[in-house]
């Protein structure tokens, strides 16, 4: 990787891992401790305005699951056990919040909690994060609801909506040691295989048209696919690997390909 000209000498990140220490430092300049754990400000600029059009103090994608991943991966790069420490309260907070959280999704809500302290409870071995992650998962599967060919929480196939959950919960049921969450989990990919091309056409999903054409992995088809290819290596069942083909095959006719 090539020296970062857009910044000061000496904030410049020769390396992928120095990059990533710099932004250690940085999200550390924006942590709030409190009784209950450690947060992050979502931008902590001198006027404390928030990047985020709407705050999403604990989630994965903005918020303090996804920091929490952060550390736990930034201690096992560099073996500096302070960035230990980060993770510990951010999943400390996570344990005393996560019920206040009404989105269930991977990437913007509880599932990407449970997975956070999943991964904390491991490198941490603490089981009280562990614990939590189980009372957790177990609301999420409490929520599932009758769909049209199987169970869901959004109707939405993409890893934004059921996709992220399902995949939250495959990982909850091997990490966590519970048959329960797998089951539900496939049955609920079930739905998303039987559909013609996974991931296309997302259902009751105010920002987005039924026929949208978005072949992306947030959003999208390729992120429906590889969640399905998934499934298949989970269960071994034709029918998952048939449905990533379709996703597949799908992301490919309308893909363009440029020099």
């Known amino acids: 990787m090539g020296l970062d000209r857009t910044r000061s000498p ?74 230990l420490e980060d993770a510990r309260e951010g999943a400390r907070c996570l344990a005393t919040t996560w019920r206040d959280q009404a989105d269930l999704s991977l990437y913007h809500g509880l599932t990407g909690t449970v997975v956070a302290l999943i991964e904390a409870g491991w490198a941490l071995g603490d089981g009280r994060f562990e614990e939590e992650a189980v009372a957790a998962a177990d609301r999420i599967v409490r929520a599932a609801r009758a769909l049209d060919g199987g169970p869901g929480w959004t109707a939405d196939p993409a890893q934004r909506g059921d996709g992220g959950i ?78 990533a083909g379709r996703g597949a095959g799908f992301v490919r006719e309308v893909s363009v390909v440029t020099d």
């Open 10 to 83: 000496s904030e410049r990140a020769e390396t992928p891992l120095t990059a990533a220490i710099l932004a250690g430092r940085w999200i550390r300049s924006a942590a709030v401790d409190d009784e209950g754990g450690r947060r992050w400000r979502a931008n902590p600029d001198a006027r404390g305005r928030s990047a985020l059009a709407a705050a999403e103090p604990a989630s994965l994608y903005a918020g303090t699951a996804g920091i929490v991943l952060f550390f736990l991966e930034l201690a096992a790069a560099t073996g500096h056990e302070a960035y």
């Open 166 to 243: 399902v995949l939250g919960l495959l990982r909850a049921a091997t990490a966590l040691g519970v048959p329960a969450y797998e089951d539900i989990a496939v049955a609920a990919g079930e739905r998303i295989a039987a559909l013609a091309v996974p991931g296309h056409r997302f259902g009751d999903c105010p920002d987005l048209p039924v026929d949208a054409v978005t072949p992306g992995f947030l959003a999208g088809t390729a992120g429906t696919a590889f969640l399905l290819a998934r499934l298949y290596g989970v269960t071994g069942e034709r029918r998952f690997l048939e449905a």
